[in-house]
């Protein structure tokens, strides 16, 4: 997974021209908007399970994680401005091909989707670290919900 790239060949970027480049750069936005909703719902879970915890270790585990995520929704926000950024150069060349410089314009496209790989794994590691410290929180906390509970 660590040479995991969008493009379907190695040399797509430098070959393909610049309505193929638009609609990549168009499933990238659609992708990122689609995360930015999925980081909500991330925050949304550690805001809920967060007032059951009652273990300072539990606490400290949350707020890590919570700290994690803030830094991938900043950067999900900033790829999404610097992608609708690039749309619209995208858009300016094709009307004019020579609005920018092709081999600049088309290295930028490369470090766009460098990043984005980058960020899809930050995410995912993030999102599964979300889901297993929850887990954790809500078997632990039940039980000692359970052993407080004092019986009439």
Request: net charge negative; aromatic share 12%; charged share 35%.
């Amino acid at each position: 997974m660590n040479d995991f790239r969008n493009r379907p060949k190695d040399n797509y970027i430098q070959e393909a021209d610049w309505q193929k480049l638009y609609i990549l750069t168009e499933h990238w936005k659609s992708d990122l908007s689609f995360y930015k909703d999925d980081l909500r719902f991330l925050h949304h879970l550690i805001d809920k399970y967060f007032l059951w915890i009652s273990k300072k270790e539990n606490i400290d585990m949350v707020q890590k994680i919570e700290i994690d995520l803030l830094k991938v929704d900043k950067k999900c926000t900033s790829l999404l401005e610097r992608t609708n950024k690039h749309l619209h150069h995208l858009a300016e060349l094709i009307e004019d091909p020579f609005k920018y410089d092709s081999h600049q314009f088309r290295a930028e496209h490369e470090t766009l989707e460098d990043e984005f790989t980058q960020f899809l794994k930050d995410f995912r590691q993030n999102r599964k670290e979300v889901f297993t410290i929850t887990e954790h929180i809500v078997a632990g906390e039940e039980l000692v919900r359970q052993l407080n509970v004092v019986p009439k």
